[in-house]
Nanobody, 117 residues
């Protein structure tokens, strides 16, 4: 069983920054070889992919966050990060981490990000 715990969300003004963290634990000896991703779900909308990072560090971003968000990973800490700069009200959502591709039983509680205008 794998547990993914997100943290770092909060309330921030438009233009501000936040850094999200996702720590993996459990039977995850293969973390080093797993692609990971950040996803978000805004009220009334479907969950969407925000950023992905491969096992070797290649990254990919949704068009809506390119140039503003940066995904990274620390394999020794079994942690992935999402640095979010120049936040906009439309970034308001619950942010989740999961593997890439997603695994249904790995979803955690997420962390709420609210951007005020």
């Amino acid at each position: 069983q794998v547990q993914l715990v997100e943290s770092g969300g909060g309330l921030v003004q438009s233009g501000g920054s936040l850094r999200l963290s996702c720590v993996a634990s459990g039977s995850i000896s293969s973390f080093y070889f797993m692609g990971m991703g950040w996803y978000r779900q805004a009220p009334g909308k479907q969950r969407e992919s925000v950023a992905r990072i491969s096992s070797v560090g290649s990254t990919n971003y949704a068009d809506s966050v390119k140039g503003r968000f940066t995904i990274s990973r620390d394999n020794a800490k079994m942690t992935i990060y999402l640095q979010m700069n120049s936040l906009k009200p439309e970034d308001t959502a619950v942010y989740f981490c999961n593997t890439d591709p997603q695994r249904a039983n790995y979803w955690g509680q997420g962390t709420q990000v609210t951007v005020s205008s």
